[in-house]
């Protein structure tokens, strides 16, 4: 037995880079009299070996091999570095090195020095993605069963985690990141961020933003670690970032509205995720069932003619919007409308109505699309109440040539409710949402049009801007 044991130091030595390389470690590589590691590793820490030191490289999948041969080394009286890619401690050697000690009893002195992982790594490429809980997970099935794995990726997808993904594909295990992308569709919408970082921190480095529906696991090989962000994470330019939450804090004191409408679609969300529908269906669809509570929705609307962003273009550059009784007026959002500067008439209480109304023995709600037409006939017309008012605006359009920007069709009750949505299906050119059956109302009416007036905070599921 030697005078002394020596010592083995499990040196983390980050993504690649010399210039990421922590001082204990450079420091720890220059006392060592021995240096043991994979053999790829090798040339970065080339320039910061002592004179005599001896190098013990090794291929893949040898790690049990570098470990005994460190003990040996140790034992001996050796001062021994074990060299690892990354922080030692994360899918590295550090482990192995210390379940070996309690195995073998080993009285050497071992010590971790950590390092720059390369999701650190890559998160800094990327701006700041991984500001909120995080998830790392291997997809490699070498030490851990792919029974096992799967559960993992079900509950990082289903608890909204950011995720970190390591080994995520080689020549062999090239199918578990096509299950992966299929089970957090399942859980986030397509648009949640991913981003794919190859060889990062050194010469080769390259990175690609996309979002799960685009998602390409051909672009992954080896070398690579992707990223999935959360529900709240998004892209701007080339910056991935998910929000702590300070700034969204300040900017809603005082107005909770906003965070628990959020919370609200989220959940709503969640129950519709089986549904394949356009993003803009979607968003009508989520502030409708929000405001009713009513899951039969997605079975009865119908959005005609890619309506929402027709609509949407048509209120930004300052339209009319016109509605069949005040009740839908009155809950159209007014400060998306001053934001647009869109202007919302009823008729129902103008003057000439009444006279009108007992002139021709027609309904006041029908008097007033009469007078709307005379004086906006390209506007957006929204019916919440009144099924006679559509009926009239259907029966204008046909004998009068009128082209309205729109119609959302959602009267409510029991006399030519259905018939009176019928109607509105003829015009197969006019941008329409239609609430099917008896069911509608001017609360749900004045919804769609919120979500048409909101359309670009779709793409980021964040409502309540204008509440």
Same mark, same amino acid.
């Given at each position: 037995?030697?005078?002394? $044991?020596?010592?083995?130091?499990?040196?983390g030595?980050?993504?690649?880079?010399?210039?990421?390389?922590?001082?204990?470690?450079?420091?720890?590589?220059?006392?060592?009299?021995?240096?043991?590691?994979?053999?790829?590793?090798?040339?970065?820490?080339?320039?910061?070996?002592?004179?005599?030191?001896?190098?013990?490289?090794?291929?893949?999948?040898q790690?049990?091999?570098?470990?005994?041969?460190?003990?040996?080394?140790?034992?001996?009286?050796?001062?021994?570095?074990?060299?690892?890619?990354?922080?030692?401690?994360?899918?590295?050697?550090?482990?192995?090195?210390?379940?070996?000690?309690?195995?073998t009893?080993?009285?050497?002195?071992?010590?971790?020095?950590?390092?720059?992982?390369?999701?650190?790594?890559?998160?800094?490429? !990327?701006?700041?993605p !991984?500001?909120?809980?995080?998830?790392?997970?291997?997809?490699?099935?070498?030490?851990?069963?792919?029974? $096992?794995?799967e559960?993992?990726?079900?509950?990082?997808?289903?608890?909204?985690?950011?995720?970190?993904?390591?080994?995520?594909?080689s020549?062999?295990?090239?199918?578990?990141?096509?299950?992966?992308?299929?089970?957090?569709?399942?859980?986030?919408?397509?648009?949640?961020?991913?981003?794919? &970082?190859?060889?990062?921190?050194?010469?080769?480095?390259?990175?690609?933003?996309?979002?799960?529906?685009?998602?390409?696991?051909?672009?992954?090989?080896?070398?690579?670690?992707?990223?999935?962000?959360?529900?709240?994470?998004y892209?701007?330019?080339?910056?991935?970032?998910?929000?702590?939450?300070?700034?969204?804090?300040?900017?809603?004191?005082?107005r909770?509205g906003?965070?628990?409408?959020?919370?609200?679609?989220?959940?709503?969300?969640?129950?519709?995720?089986?549904?394949?529908?356009?993003?803009?269906?979607?968003?009508? !669809?989520?502030?409708?069932?929000?405001?009713?509570?009513?899951?039969? !929705?997605?079975?009865?609307?119908k959005?005609?003619?890619?309506?929402?962003?027709? $609509?949407?273009?048509?209120?930004?550059?300052?339209?009319?919007?016109?509605?069949?009784?005040?009740?839908?007026?009155?809950?159209?959002?007014?400060?998306?409308?001053?934001?647009?500067?869109?202007?919302i008439?009823?008729?129902?209480?103008?003057?000439?109505?009444?006279?009108?109304?007992?002139k021709?023995?027609?309904?006041?709600?029908?008097?007033?699309i009469?007078?709307? &037409?005379?004086?906006?006939?390209?506007a957006?017309?929204?019916?919440?109440?009144?099924?006679?008012?559509?009926?009239?605006?259907?029966?204008?359009?046909?004998?009068?040539?009128?082209?309205?920007?729109?119609?959302?069709?959602?009267?409510?009750?029991?006399?030519?409710?259905?018939?009176?949505?019928?109607?509105?299906?003829?015009?197969?050119?006019?941008?329409?949402?239609i609430?099917?059956?008896?069911?509608?109302?001017?609360?749900?009416?004045?919804?769609?049009?919120?979500a048409?007036?909101?359309?670009?905070?779709?793409?980021?599921?964040?409502?309540?801007?204008?509440?």
């Open positions: 037995m030697p005078n002394r $044991l020596g010592k083995i130091t499990v040196a030595l980050g993504p690649g880079s010399p210039d990421l390389f922590l001082n204990p470690a450079i420091d720890a590589i220059r006392e060592a009299d021995v240096v043991i590691g994979y053999k790829y590793y090798f040339q970065f820490i080339e320039s910061f070996l002592k004179k005599g030191t001896e190098c013990m490289d090794t291929g893949m999948r790690e049990v091999q570098r470990a005994e041969k460190a003990f040996e080394l140790a034992e001996t009286g050796k001062d021994v570095v074990v060299i690892s890619s990354g922080d030692a401690g994360i899918y590295g050697m550090a482990s192995l090195v210390f379940e070996m000690a309690e195995k009893q080993s009285k050497v002195e071992l010590k971790v020095i950590p390092g720059i992982s390369a999701f650190q790594a890559a998160a800094a490429k !990327l701006g700041a !991984l500001s909120h809980d995080l998830v790392i997970l291997s997809l490699s099935d070498l030490l851990t069963s792919y029974a $096992l794995i559960k993992r990726i079900k509950a990082a997808a289903m608890g909204d985690f950011v995720t970190a993904i390591y080994n995520p594909k020549n062999k295990r090239y199918w578990q990141l096509y299950r992966l992308r299929e089970l957090f569709l399942e859980e986030r919408e397509e648009t949640t961020p991913v981003a794919i &970082v190859r060889q990062v921190a050194r010469a080769e480095e390259q990175i690609t933003l996309t979002n799960l529906r685009d998602f390409d696991p051909e672009m992954v090989d080896m070398f690579s670690l992707v990223i999935v962000g959360n529900s709240q994470s892209i701007s330019g080339d910056r991935f970032i998910t929000p702590r939450g300070y700034y969204s804090k300040e900017e809603q004191e005082g909770p906003p965070l628990i409408m959020q919370e609200s679609f989220r959940t709503i969300a969640a129950e519709l995720k089986e549904m394949d529908l356009p993003l803009e269906t979607k968003w009508i !669809l989520l502030h409708c069932i929000h405001t009713s509570a009513d899951f039969e !929705l997605p079975e009865i609307l959005v005609q003619n890619n309506a929402a962003p027709k $609509l949407n273009e048509y209120l930004q550059k300052g339209g009319v919007i016109i509605t069949d009784v005040t009740m839908v007026q009155s809950g159209i959002r007014k400060k998306a409308c001053e934001r647009m500067g869109v202007e008439k009823c008729y129902l209480h103008d003057p000439r109505t009444m006279e009108l109304s007992v021709h023995g027609i309904t006041r709600t029908q008097a007033g009469r007078l709307a &037409v005379e004086e906006h006939p390209d957006l017309y929204v019916f919440g109440n009144a099924p006679t008012a559509l009926i009239e605006l259907t029966d204008l359009m046909r004998s009068k040539n009128i082209q309205p920007a729109g119609i959302i069709a959602a009267p409510v009750g029991f006399v030519n409710v259905k018939e009176s949505k019928h109607r509105v299906k003829s015009f197969t050119d006019l941008p329409a949402v609430i099917e059956g008896r069911k509608g109302g001017s609360t749900l009416a004045a919804t769609i049009v919120n048409i007036l909101s359309l670009e905070d779709a793409y980021d599921l964040k409502p309540g801007r204008d509440v």
